[in-house]
C-alpha cells in the first residue's frame, strides 16, 4: 500500500500541499488539465522552483480572478462539474463543507447556504483543494498520515480585522487533531490547510514504518527566520502491506422508503457515491402492513455525513435516517494499469498472509465489451487468465 506522510512543522496551507505533491512527481501538466475543468473564468495555476532556508521547493500559486466569489453551492457544483474521480469529488465537497461549517460555527450561523467566506469564497480555495486531491490520485496514494501540526503565533489580517493565530476558523477546524503553536509569529497553518489535512489524514503521529520511494517540498509564501517554511511528504510503500488490516470508523445510513418512485434509486446511488459515499445499496424489504419497500443503506467516512444526511434527506420521501458510528477493517490494495491482449485494463491488488489477489476493474471490462463485440464473461475469462 502506497501511504504518504504529511510533516507539518512549518504548518500546511492549500498552497504548499500542492506543491509538495508536484514536487514528489505528481505530474503539473495533469493537475494543470484537471483544473481547467472548473471552469472558472480567468483563473490558473503555476508551479515554480524556490528555495526556502537554502532548501529546494516548489511553489504553487493560483492565479484567480478577484470579481468572482463561491458560496457553498457554487463551490458543491463547481466540484462536481471537475475532472476528478467520483471519490477525489466525495472528498473534495467534504473538504469544503467542512470549511463552511466551520465559518458557520464561530460566526453563530446555522446554516451553510448563507455563509460568506471572504478570502476562502475566493476560487482559489477550491484549486487549491482540488488540485491536492488530483495530485493524490495521480500518484496513486492509498493513505496519508500526518504529523502533529504547527500553527504558528501572533495575528492575522483578515476580512473580520486582525486575529490571532489560530485564526477562529482554523481553530475551529483543528479540533481533535494533534496541533501546537511556536514562536514564529506568523500564522502557519491556514483554514484551507487545516481542513486538507483533518479531511484526507487516517491517522496523525510520527512517520509509519514505509520504505520512502519520493519525497517532495512545498514552499510557503514567506521565508522564516529560524526554520524552513516547507510542507514535506514522503512517500513509501508500506511496510505493514499485507500482513495487517487497516482499521477505520465510519459512518452508517439507514432508513426504510415505501413510497418513492423507484427509478429515483438509480440517480440518488450515483449521486451519493459521487459526493463520497463509500458505498450505497438498496435491499427489498417487507414492512409493517405487508407493505413492499426498500431499505437504503450508506457508508461514509465522519467527513462526509452531513452532506450526505441532506442528500438522502432532499432526494426521498424518508421522514427519519438511522445513524451510527462504526468500524470496519480494509485489507491493504493497490491499483495498476496492466497491459493485456486486450488492451490496458486497471487492475485491483490485494495482499493477505502471503496471497495476492486480483481483479481487473468493472468499467474497463465493460468499455472492452462494448468495443470489441465480445461478451463480458468472455473478457472477464481472458483478462482472469492474463493478469494471474
Known amino acids: 500500500m502506497k501511504t504518504a506522510w504529511l510533516d507539518c512543522s512549518s504548518g500546511i496551507s492549500g498552497d504548499m500541499f500542492a506543491g509538495a505533491i508536484v514536487s514528489a512527481g505528481a505530474p503539473f501538466k495533469e493537475?494543470?488539465?484537471?483544473?481547467?475543468?472548473?471552469?472558472?473564468?480567468?483563473?490558473?495555476?503555476?508551479?515554480?522552483?524556490?528555495?526556502?532556508?537554502?532548501?529546494?521547493?516548489?511553489?504553487?500559486?493560483?492565479?484567480?480572478?478577484?470579481?468572482?466569489?463561491?458560496?457553498?453551492q457554487q463551490m458543491e457544483r463547481t466540484i462536481l462539474r471537475s475532472g476528478l474521480s467520483k471519490t477525489g469529488k466525495g472528498k473534495a465537497i467534504g473538504i469544503?463543507?467542512?470549511?463552511?461549517?466551520?465559518?458557520?460555527?464561530?460566526?453563530?450561523?446555522?446554516?451553510?447556504?448563507?455563509?460568506?467566506?471572504?478570502?476562502?469564497?475566493?476560487?482559489?480555495?477550491?484549486?487549491?483543494?482540488?488540485?491536492?486531491?488530483?495530485?493524490?490520485?495521480?500518484?496513486?496514494?492509498d493513505e496519508i498520515h500526518c504529523s502533529p501540526i504547527n500553527l504558528g503565533s501572533g495575528f492575522v489580517k483578515t476580512a473580520h480585522g486582525r486575529l490571532?493565530?489560530?485564526?477562529?476558523?482554523?481553530?475551529?477546524?483543528?479540533?481533535?487533531?494533534?496541533?501546537?503553536a511556536d514562536a514564529s509569529g506568523f500564522e502557519l497553518t491556514t483554514?484551507?490547510?487545516?481542513?486538507?489535512?483533518?479531511?484526507?489524514?487516517?491517522?496523525?503521529?510520527?512517520?509509519?514504518?514505509?520504505?520512502?520511494?519520493?519525497?517532495?517540498?512545498?514552499?510557503?509564501?514567506?521565508?522564516?527566520?529560524d526554520s524552513p517554511n516547507i510542507l514535506r511528504v514522503f512517500i513509501g510503500e508500506s511496510l505493514a502491506s499485507g500482513q495487517r488490516t487497516t482499521r477505520e470508523k465510519i459512518t452508517v445510513f439507514d432508513t426504510n422508503i415505501d413510497?418513492?418512485?423507484?427509478?429515483?434509486?438509480?440517480?440518488?446511488?450515483?449521486k451519493l457515491l459521487a459526493s463520497g459515499a463509500l458505498d450505497a445499496f438498496i435491499t427489498p424489504i417487507i414492512m409493517k402492513k405487508s407493505r413492499p419497500a426498500i431499505a437504503l443503506t450508506v457508508l461514509c467516512k465522519a467527513e462526509t455525513a452531513d452532506l450526505l444526511e441532506e442528500i438522502i434527506f432532499a432526494e426521498t420521501t424518508t421522514?427519519?435516517?438511522?445513524?451510527?458510528?462504526?468500524e470496519r477493517?480494509?485489507?491493504?490494495?493497490?491499483?495498476?494499469?496492466?497491459?493485456?491482449?486486450?488492451?490496458?485494463?486497471?487492475?485491483?491488488?490485494?495482499?493477505?498472509?502471503?496471497?495476492?489477489?486480483?481483479a481487473p476493474e468493472y468499467e474497463d471490462c465493460a468499455s472492452i465489451a462494448r468495443k470489441s463485440g465480445l461478451p463480458l464473461i468472455e473478457v472477464f475469462r481472458v483478462l482472469g487468465s492474463e493478469i494471474k
Open 31 to 72: 493537475i494543470e488539465k484537471i483544473v481547467s475543468t472548473l471552469k472558472l473564468k480567468g483563473c490558473s495555476v503555476s508551479a515554480r522552483k524556490v528555495k526556502r532556508a537554502g532548501f529546494a521547493a516548489i511553489k504553487f500559486d493560483v492565479l484567480a480572478n478577484p470579481d468572482i466569489a463561491l458560496n457553498w
Open 96 to 141: 469544503i463543507r467542512a470549511m463552511f461549517e466551520a465559518e458557520a460555527k464561530v460566526h453563530g450561523i446555522y446554516d451553510i447556504k448563507k455563509v460568506h467566506l471572504h478570502e476562502l469564497g475566493s476560487p482559489d480555495t477550491v484549486i487549491d483543494v482540488v488540485s491536492v486531491i488530483a495530485g493524490i490520485e495521480l500518484l496513486g496514494i
Open 164 to 180: 490571532p493565530v489560530p485564526a477562529p476558523a482554523t481553530a475551529e477546524l483543528a479540533r481533535g487533531i494533534p496541533v501546537y
Open 191 to 225: 483554514p484551507t490547510g487545516a481542513a486538507l489535512a483533518k479531511g484526507l489524514s487516517s491517522r496523525f503521529g510520527p512517520m509509519p514504518p514505509v520504505r520512502i520511494i519520493k519525497t517532495g517540498c512545498g514552499a510557503g509564501q514567506r521565508e522564516l527566520k
Open 259 to 270: 413510497d418513492m418512485n423507484p427509478q429515483v434509486y438509480e440517480y440518488l446511488i450515483e
Open 319 to 326: 421522514l427519519g435516517i438511522r445513524r451510527r458510528e462504526t
Open 329 to 358: 477493517a480494509v485489507l491493504p490494495r493497490e491499483q495498476k494499469t496492466v497491459r493485456t491482449s486486450l488492451g490496458p485494463v486497471r487492475v485491483k491488488i490485494c495482499t493477505r498472509a502471503g496471497k495476492t489477489i486480483k
